[in-house]
C-alpha cells in the first residue's frame, strides 16, 4: 500500500498543469491586463439552440454513454429485484421459528456476488482519462458508478486518480477532495499534499509533514482552498494533548 500511495503522489503531481505547480506572480497590473486582453477569448460559446446542433449533442451523448447507462440500469435492478424477493418474505409474522434467520443465511452468499460484481465493475470503470469526462458529462451516471466503487475500501487510491481531474476542473468540492487525498496519504503513514489534516506534535496543532511544500500553496489555490497560513491563522501552534506514548 506504501507503494500505491506513492503512486498516486506522484501522478497527481505529474497530473497537474504547469502553471498551477509554481506561485503565481503578485504583479497586479499584469494579472489585470491578462484578464482584460483574453476576457472574451475564454467566455464559453452559448448554448446552441437550433435543432440541428442540438440533435447532435442528444445523438452524440446517446452513442457515447448509452450502452454504460443500460449496463448500470441493469445491474442496479438485479441489486434491487433480489432485495425485494427476500425482504417481503423476512417481514411476514408468521414465519415459523428460526425461519428469518435460515432464510438471511441462505440468500447471503447471493445476495454478496450480486454486490460485489457491481462494485468491482465499478471500480473497473475508474479510468482516470475517462471517468473524468463522464462526470462531466454525465455526473449522473458517474456518482452511481462512484458509490458503487466506494464499496472497495481497496480501490481508494483508484478512486482519488480518477476524481482529481473533476476536483480541479470544479465539478465537485476542492476542500472535500483534498481533505479526501490527505487522510489517505497519512493513512499510509506518507506526506500529505494540501495540508488538511491536523497532528498534535509536542503539544501543539500543526499539519505535520506535506509532500513538496513550496508549491503547497499553489495546489490549495487550484482547488480553491486558501493559504495554508490563512487556514492556520486560528489554530497552529494551539495547546494540545499528544498521544501517550507506550511503555
Do not use: H, K
Request: net charge negative.
Amino acid at each position: 500500500m506504501v507503494l500505491t500511495a506513492l503512486a498516486l503522489s506522484l501522478a497527481l503531481q505529474e497530473a497537474q498543469p504547469a502553471d498551477e505547480a509554481e506561485a503565481l506572480p503578485a504583479d497586479e497590473t499584469v494579472i489585470d491586463e491578462t484578464l482584460l486582453d483574453g476576457a472574451e477569448e475564454d467566455l464559453p460559446p452559448p448554448p446552441p439552440t437550433d435543432a440541428a446542433s442540438l440533435i447532435a449533442q442528444i445523438d452524440g451523448q446517446w452513442a457515447a454513454y448509452g450502452d454504460l447507462a443500460a449496463e448500470l440500469a441493469a445491474r442496479r435492478a438485479r441489486e434491487r429485484f433480489f432485495a425485494e424477493l427476500i425482504l417481503p418474505v423476512i417481514a411476514r409474522d408468521d414465519l415459523d421459528d428460526g425461519a428469518q434467520g435460515e432464510i438471511l443465511r441462505e440468500t447471503r452468499d447471493t445476495s454478496t456476488l450480486i454486490e460485489e460484481a457491481n462494485t468491482q465493475w465499478a471500480v473497473a470503470q475508474l479510468d482516470p482519462e475517462q471517468f473524468p469526462v463522464l462526470y462531466l458529462e454525465q455526473s449522473r451516471l458517474a456518482r452511481q458508478i462512484l458509490r458503487w466503487a466506494e464499496r472497495d475500501r481497496a480501490a481508494e487510491q483508484r478512486i482519488l486518480m480518477a476524481l482529481e481531474p473533476v476536483a480541479f476542473a470544479g465539478a465537485i468540492d476542492g476542500s472535500v477532495y483534498a481533505q479526501r487525498v490527505d487522510v489517505y496519504l497519512t493513512g499510509q503513514n506518507l506526506a500529505q499534499l494540501y495540508g488538511t489534516q491536523e497532528f498534535c506534535i509536542e503539544g501543539t496543532l500543526q499539519p505535520g509533514p506535506i509532500d513538496q511544500a513550496e508549491t503547497l500553496d499553489a495546489r490549495r489555490t487550484a482547488l480553491g482552498l486558501t493559504s495554508l497560513d490563512e487556514a492556520w491563522a486560528d489554530r497552529l501552534g494551539t495547546d494540545c494533548d499528544s498521544p501517550q506514548s507506550e511503555d
